[in-house]
């Protein structure tokens, strides 16, 4: 079975940062483009960042320059680098794996995580 399984999500400061991490199991990861999009209270979930599986990256315009995708093939996890942090940061952040064209969309996802939470205050 498909797992993706997201961790370092916690309250931090505002300035601060994070490094999230997915680990995933169940698919041949290098075959596979993977995602992050998070979720805040009330709204939509929207697109944060992307990477394929030949290492080509996208980002949100909200976060670019902040955020960092990497994948680590040999240990089948991406990862979401999150500097400068801003309260309108906080949210539930997802990863997910799937047959990525563009990136930006949920649909390109076939597999998704629990997600874990991200805090920043004031």
């Known amino acids: 079975q498909v797992q993706l399984v997201e961790s370092g999500g916690g309250l931090v400061q505002a300035g601060g940062s994070l490094r999230l991490s997915c680990a995933a199991s169940?698919?041949?990861?290098?075959?596979?483009?993977m995602g992050w999009f998070r979720q805040a209270p009330g709204k939509e979930r929207e697109f944060v960042a992307a990477?394929?599986?030949?290492?080509?990256?996208f980002y949100a315009d909200s976060v670019r320059g902040r955020f960092t995708i990497a994948r680590d093939n040999a240990k089948s996890t991406v990862y979401l680098q999150l500097n400068s942090l801003k309260p309108e940061d906080t949210a539930v952040y997802y990863c997910?794996?799937?047959?990525?064209?563009?990136?930006?969309?949920?649909?390109?996802?076939?597999?998704w995580g629990q997600g874990t939470q991200v805090t920043v205050s004031s």
């Open positions: 997910a794996a799937g047959t990525v064209i563009i990136g930006r969309t949920t649909n390109e996802y076939a597999y």
């Open positions: 169940g698919l041949t990861f290098s075959s596979y483009g």
């Open positions: 990477i394929r599986w030949s290492g080509i990256t």
